[in-house]
C-alpha cells in the first residue's frame, strides 16, 4: 500500500497538481460559502475542463473541488446563520450565537480545524479499509435502510428546544413536505394542485435558502428598520491567536470528534443520505450525550464540532461506495462518477487493481486538498470575518440576489425562486412563533427516505412486516429507535418534574 500511495503522489505532485489543487480548493470554498450554490454544482461547472486532461489530473481537478465546497457552507452558516450547503444545517445552531456573542473568529476556528480532522479521518479509513467497508454496505437492502431513517426520525424529538408539542409539530410539517410531487415507486401525483411544476417536489436547497437565509434577511431587515444599525454583528479579532481556540479546549472535545466522525463515515457510506443527514444526526447525538443539554444552541463549541466533523467525514465514506462499487453515495459524489465515466473507467474492485496509479492518486488528491483547504480557511479567518463590517444595506440585497440566483441555477426553473421565497415566508412564521426549525428540517430530509425503502421493502417482502423485524440488522435499528423514544420520553418527564419541584420551593 505504502508503494502504491508513494507512486500516487509522485503522479499528483507536479506543478500542474499542484495548482489545480490550490485553485480548485479555493474555488469549492467559495461555492459552498455562497447560500444557494453547493459543492455538486461546482463539480458540474469544472467537469467539462476536465474532460480535455488525463484522468488523473482530471480527479485532481474535480477532489478539491468537491472537499472545498462541503467544507466551505461553515462560513456562511457560522457568520450570517446562512448555511451555505445542506451539509452545514447543524452549524448553525450554535455557530451562529457564537458570533452573535463575539466569537466568530473563534467559531470559524473550531469548525475549520475539526472539518479537517474529520475529512482526514475518513480519507483515512477510504485507504485502509474501503474494500471490507464497502462489503458491509452491500449487507443493507431496502429493510434495513427504512429502519436507519426511522431512527434517526425519532432524534425529532431531541432536537426540540422548549415545547416538546412545537417540535414533533415542526418536525411532522416537515415530512408532510416530501409527499409533495410524484409518489415514489408508482408516480402518483400527490398535492400537486394541477401544477407540472409541483410534479417534480420540493428540492431540499430551495427549502433550506428560504427558511434559514431569506428568513434571517427578514428578521434582520426588520430589527434595522427599528434600531439604527449600521452592521449586523461586531466580531472582535484583537488578541486572537491561531484559530481562536485553546489547546485545552480542543482536547477537551476528542470524544465529541471522534464519535461524530465515526457517524459521519458510516452515513456517508450508505447511499442517498450524506452529510445533510450526517451533521443533523451527530448534532443531536452530542447534544443528548452532553452534561450540559441545556446549553446547546446557545453558543457552546461542542455544537459546531459535532456538526463539522460528522458532514466532513461524510466525505471519505461517500467516496467508499463510489470507488469500491460505483455507487454514488450523494449528488456531489455521482458528479465524480461522471468525471470517471468521461475518461470511459468504471469504478469497481478491478479498477485498483487495473489503474493504481489512479486510484491512490485520487487518495493523494484528497489529502492534499484537505490540507490546503485548511491553510488557505486559516489566512482567511479574518477576511470572512471582514465580510460582517459591510453595510447591511449592502450586504443583504447581494444575498437575496445570489439566494435566488443559486436557487434558480439548482434546476434552471423559476419555479425554485417562488419556493425561495415561500418558505422564506414560513421561516419567518416559524421564528416570530418560536417553532424550531431543525425538527422541520430532519423531517424533511428523511422523510422520503422512509417512504422509498418502505414500499420498496413491502413489494419485495410481497406485503408483509415481518422482514423488518427478522431481519438482523433491521430488527436492530429498530430496537434502537424504540430505546430511543423511551429514552427522550423518560428523560423530559424528569426534567418535567424536576422543574415543578423547583418552581414549588
Known amino acids: 500500500m505504502l508503494e502504491s500511495l508513494a507512486t500516487g503522489a509522485a503522479a499528483v505532485c507536479n506543478p500542474l497538481g499542484i495548482l489545480l489543487i490550490l485553485l480548485c480548493t479555493a474555488a469549492g470554498i467559495i461555492f459552498g460559502s455562497i447560500p444557494g450554490l453547493s459543492a455538486a454544482m461546482a463539480i458540474a461547472l469544472f467537469l467539462p475542463v476536465s474532460y480535455g486532461m488525463t484522468p488523473l489530473m482530471g480527479m485532481t481537478m474535480l477532489v478539491p473541488v468537491y472537499i472545498g465546497g462541503v467544507s466551505g457552507g461553515l462560513l456562511s452558516?457560522?457568520?450570517?446563520?446562512?448555511?451555505?450547503?445542506?451539509?452545514?444545517?447543524?452549524?448553525?445552531?450554535?455557530?451562529?450565537?457564537?458570533?452573535?456573542?463575539?466569537?466568530?473568529?473563534?467559531?470559524?476556528?473550531?469548525?475549520?480545524?475539526?472539518?479537517?480532522?474529520?475529512?482526514?479521518?475518513?480519507?483515512?479509513a477510504l485507504i485502509a479499509i474501503a474494500p471490507n467497508l464497502a462489503t458491509l454496505a452491500l449487507k443493507f437492502g431496502d429493510f434495513e435502510y427504512f429502519s436507519i431513517a426511522v431512527f434517526s426520525?425519532?432524534?425529532?424529538?431531541?432536537?426540540?428546544?422548549?415545547?416538546?408539542?412545537?417540535?414533533?409539530?415542526?418536525g411532522f410539517l416537515g415530512v408532510l413536505l416530501t409527499t409533495v410531487?410524484?409518489?415514489?415507486?408508482?408516480?402518483?401525483?400527490r398535492f400537486t394542485f394541477g401544477s407540472t411544476q409541483m410534479g417534480a417536489g420540493l428540492d431540499i436547497l430551495p427549502v433550506l435558502i428560504g427558511m434559514f437565509a431569506l428568513s434571517e434577511i427578514m428578521v434582520t431587515a426588520e430589527t434595522s428598520a427599528k434600531k439604527d444599525r449600521t452592521q449586523i454583528v461586531q466580531v472582535s479579532t484583537r488578541g486572537v491567536k491561531g484559530f481562536g481556540f485553546s489547546v485545552a479546549e480542543g482536547l477537551g472535545q476528542w470524544w465529541n470528534a471522534l464519535r461524530s466522525a465515526l457517524i459521519g463515515l458510516a452515513i456517508g457510506i450508505l447511499p442517498g443520505l450524506g452529510g445533510s443527514t450526517s451533521n443533523l444526526i451527530a448534532y443531536t447525538v452530542a447534544k443528548n450525550q452532553s452534561s450540559y443539554p441545556e446549553k446547546f444552541g446557545t453558543g457552546i463549541i461542542d455544537g459546531v464540532v459535532a456538526a463539522e466533523t460528522a458532514n466532513n467525514a461524510s466525505v471519505g465514506g461517500a467516496m467508499?461506495?463510489?470507488?469500491?462499487?460505483?455507487?454514488?453515495?450523494?449528488?456531489?459524489?455521482?458528479?465524480?462518477?461522471?468525471?470517471?465515466?468521461?475518461?470511459?473507467?468504471?469504478?469497481?474492485?478491478?479498477?485498483?487493481?487495473?489503474?493504481?496509479?489512479?486510484?491512490?492518486?485520487?487518495?493523494?488528491?484528497?489529502?492534499?486538498?484537505?490540507?490546503?483547504?485548511?491553510?488557505?480557511?486559516?489566512?482567511?479567518?479574518?477576511?470572512?470575518?471582514?465580510?460582517?463590517?459591510?453595510?447591511?444595506?449592502?450586504?443583504?440585497?447581494?444575498?437575496?440576489?445570489?439566494?435566488?440566483?443559486?436557487?434558480?441555477?439548482?434546476?434552471?426553473?423559476?419555479?425554485?425562486?417562488?419556493?425561495?421565497?415561500?418558505?422564506g415566508l414560513v421561516g419567518y412564521i416559524f421564528i416570530k412563533l418560536h417553532l424550531p426549525v431543525a425538527p422541520m428540517i430532519m423531517g424533511f430530509v428523511l422523510g422520503e427516505t422512509v417512504e422509498t425503502y418502505m414500499r420498496r421493502a413491502l413489494?419485495?417482502?410481497?406485503?408483509?412486516?415481518?422482514?423488518?423485524?427478522?431481519?438482523?440488522?433491521?430488527?436492530?435499528?429498530?430496537?434502537?429507535?424504540?430505546?430511543?423514544?423511551?429514552?427522550?420520553?423518560?428523560?423530559?418527564?424528569?426534567?418535567?418534574?424536576?422543574?415543578?419541584?423547583?418552581?414549588?420551593?
Open 181 to 189: 410531487g410524484m409518489a415514489p415507486i408508482d408516480a402518483a401525483a
Open 153 to 170: 426520525l425519532t432524534m425529532i424529538a431531541s432536537l426540540s428546544s422548549g415545547s416538546m408539542v412545537k417540535g414533533l409539530l415542526s
Open 77 to 124: 452558516a457560522i457568520l450570517l446563520k446562512m448555511p451555505g450547503t445542506p451539509s452545514s444545517v447543524a452549524t448553525c445552531f450554535d455557530g451562529y450565537p457564537l458570533t452573535q456573542k463575539g466569537q466568530g473568529i473563534k467559531a470559524l476556528g473550531v469548525g475549520v480545524f475539526f472539518s479537517f480532522l474529520g475529512t482526514l479521518f475518513s480519507i483515512v
Open 459 to 505: 413489494m419485495n417482502s410481497k406485503g408483509s412486516w415481518m422482514p423488518f423485524l427478522t431481519r438482523p440488522i433491521s430488527g436492530a435499528f429498530l430496537a434502537i429507535a424504540v430505546f430511543s423514544v423511551v429514552y427522550i420520553i423518560v428523560k423530559n418527564v424528569r426534567a418535567y418534574r424536576r422543574q415543578k419541584q423547583n418552581n414549588a420551593l
Open 320 to 423: 467508499i461506495p463510489l470507488l469500491t462499487l460505483g455507487i454514488p453515495g450523494d449528488m456531489a459524489t455521482a458528479m465524480l462518477l461522471g468525471g470517471l465515466m468521461i475518461h470511459g473507467l468504471q469504478p469497481g474492485p478491478l479498477l485498483f487493481q487495473e489503474q493504481p496509479v489512479l486510484m491512490y492518486g485520487i487518495f493523494i488528491a484528497m489529502l492534499l486538498s484537505n490540507l490546503v483547504m485548511l491553510i488557505e480557511k486559516f489566512f482567511g479567518l479574518r477576511i470572512f470575518v471582514s465580510l460582517l463590517k459591510t453595510s447591511k444595506y449592502i450586504l443583504l440585497p447581494i444575498i437575496f440576489v445570489l439566494c435566488i440566483v443559486g436557487a434558480f441555477g439548482l434546476n434552471n426553473r423559476v419555479f425554485d425562486t417562488y419556493v425561495v421565497i415561500a418558505f
